[in-house]
Structure formats: C-alpha cells, structure tokens
C-alpha cells in the first residue's frame, strides 16, 4: 500500500530532483493543498520533499504546519511556525496548538490571552484559548477563560459548553458536567455533531431523558450516526441511582 501511496505521490509531484516541478510560492501553496486534499499520505510525502519552502513562506508554513498537527507531531509544527512573528494571527494560533498538544498549556495561554480582546470574534483564537486553559488543568483558569469566550461569541455557547461539560467529567466533577451539559442542550445553534456528542456525554452521566432529547434535535443527513445512537440509548438500562455530582 505504502509503494502505491508513493507513486501515486511521484505523479503528482514530480520527482524530488526536478526543480521546474514547483517554480514559485503560489505553485508551492497549491500543490500542498491539493496534497492535503488527496490523503494524509500524499502530504507527508509532499511536505518531506518540499517542506524547504515553510523557511521562507508564510503561507506554505502555516499549511505545513495544521498538517504536522493532524498528524499528530506537535514539535516539528512548533519550530516551523516559531521563526515567524507571532503578531500574525495564524502564527499565534498554531504555536499555541502546538504548545497545548506537547502539554505546555500555561505558555500557550499566556500567548494568545493578549490577543483575545471582548471584541475579537476568531472562532479558531478563542477555541485555542480555551483548549489551552483546560491542558492547565487550573479550574480556575478554565472558568475565567470560559465566561470570557461566552462574552465574546455567544453564538458558539453551545459547543463550549459540550467542551467544558466533557473535561469537568473526566475528573469527576460529575454535577458541573451535567449542569454545563445541559446549558449546551438548551443552546439553539447547536450543529448536528454538537447535539450527537451531547446525547453521548448524557448518556455517561445516566440522563438518558436528555440523551433523548439531544439524539431528537438532531437533523439529517445524519442517519447512520443517529442510528446507532438510538441502539445505544435502546439498549442502556435506566439508571436506579441519584443523581449526586
């Protein structure tokens, strides 16, 4: 398979040694594009070959890098993304997805706070922020960051509140978790992804009532995922226990 990934990668590319097959950054940019577009495989290949140009373009860098982090290999992404300025809003972005994913929350934090005024509206900086409050593992902070991101976007209160239902969860704060689960349910913009994870968490936390009413907002074209959902919910047993957090 991975002999086949590759010469399929040969025709698309080019051979490594042929300098006319990427002349320019804009025909660079594309073609990475379209690498990401074909498969994970074809990237890694075209980024081995042609990463050379994230020394020099910012554009290619910045895509080179959400590979490197898709794939998983946060240290790599780092260095390429670190040799530019981080006023640049990308830049400051996927340090501080890097620095999260390699544990480093607090500096990933202390990089985008700044940047993450009441009237900033990026969608991506704030979900950064926040996903690097919660690898603090401070409630503190998390709920500082939380109140601020609401603030700021109260139109993804929803999905927010899914994030943080989940992660109070995990460390048993099972009470905060549905009381914030709830708050996402009672959310009106709630995209089908946000209502199916939904239905799950309730469905950990034993409030099968509510698991249902998440898996009934839910709209097509989802009916595979709400399918299997509906055997989950069809085979868990009523829980006979309080609901104490």
């Known amino acids: 398979v991975a002999f086949n990934v590759a010469r399929m990668v040969e025709a698309f590319v080019g051979d490594a040694g042929e300098e006319g097959a990427i002349g320019d950054a804009h025909s660079a940019l594309e073609k990475a594009r379209a690498a990401k577009a074909r498969g994970p495989e074809f990237a890694d290949i075209f980024f081995a070959r042609h990463g050379e140009w994230s020394k020099t373009h910012l554009p290619f860098a910045l895509e080179h890098a959400r590979h490197l982090l898709k794939r ?45 005024k ?29 109140l601020r991101y609401a603030e700021a976007l109260p139109f993804r209160a ?15 704060a099972r009470r905060r978790a549905r009381t914030l689960a709830r708050a996402a349910l009672d959310d009106n913009n709630n995209l089908n992804g946000t209502l199916l994870d939904l239905a799950e968490l309730f469905i950990e936390l034993g409030d099968l009532e509510r698991a249902r009413d998440a898996a009934g907002k839910v709209s097509l074209p989802v009916p595979f995922e709400k399918a299997r959902l509906d055997r989950r919910l069809e085979q868990t047993p009523s829980p006979h226990v309080g609901l104490a957090g």
């Open 72 to 116: 998983e290999q946060p240290e790599p992404a780092l260095a390429l993304v670190s040799a530019f300025p981080p006023s640049n809003l990308n830049v400051a972005i996927l340090r501080a997805q890097a620095l999260t994913a390699l544990g480093r929350g607090d500096e990933a934090r202390a990089l985008l706070d700044p940047l993450c």
């Open 118 to 146: 009441p009237k900033v509206t990026s969608a991506p900086l704030w979900d950064a922020l926040v996903a690097a409050a919660l690898a603090t593992d401070d409630t503190t902070t998390v709920n500082s960051v939380a």
């Open 158 to 172: 929803g999905p927010l509140y899914l994030k943080l239902a989940k992660w109070f969860a995990a460390r048993g």
